[in-house]
């Protein structure tokens, strides 16, 4: 006798394990279970965006599950894939920021970015997201669990419940490395 088909949850995490990456089949399922959360995320990140912006949520969906996909990275559960996924979102916009940047023409002088302008999740500006981003990889040299703090607050757009079940710290760890994580990132804006 076969085994009975696993629940679509169960299928969900092998395939996130890695059980079903080659599997086109699991794949679609995989994508069909997660679409929704990924729009909402691609939906956060290019809420204040500029008006006419070249990427619309379907397309940053598409493409970050295609950079998942050639990752062939395993999961350890759905919140992990989605955390990755807003990271992967991060870089795609981050890439079409710098893309746009070099075709620009000239440029402005620097503006003082406060960092309030930037927890709603991405900047008008490709010159502003470029460099948070900067600001990110510096603090991610330094305290790695900063940087991915700093990043599903600021990109995923989770909150300080959401942060303590995704970096499974307390509530008050995560209040107390958020003003750690202000004041690098500002300094480090500051200083560009």
Do not use: C
């Amino acid at each position: 006798m076969s085994e009975p088909e696993p629940p679509p949850p169960a299928r969900l995490t092998l395939w996130l394990a890695g059980g079903g990456a080659e599997d086109p089949g699991a794949r679609a399922e995989l994508f069909s279970a997660v679409y929704g959360e990924l729009r909402a995320i691609a939906r956060q990140q290019l809420a204040d965006e500029r008006r006419g912006h070249t990427l619309q949520p379907t397309a940053l969906v598409h493409e970050s599950w295609l950079r998942l996909l050639g990752s062939r990275q395993a999961f350890a559960s759905t919140q992990e894939f989605l955390a990755a996924a807003a990271n992967t979102m991060r870089r795609v916009l981050v890439d079409h920021a710098r893309t746009r940047s070099r075709h620009k023409r000239g440029g402005g002088g620097a503006r003082r970015l406060p960092l309030d302008a930037v927890e709603l999740s991405t900047l008008a500006e490709p010159d502003q997201l470029l460099a948070v981003d900067e600001a990110l990889q510096a603090l991610e040299q330094r305290d790695p669990r900063l940087a991915e703090h700093a990043k599903l607050r600021l990109f995923a757009g989770l909150d300080e419940r959401e942060l303590t079940t995704a970096l499974g710290v307390a509530e008050r760890t995560v209040r107390r490395d958020w003003v750690l994580i202000r004041a690098f990132l500002q300094r480090h804006l500051d200083a560009g």
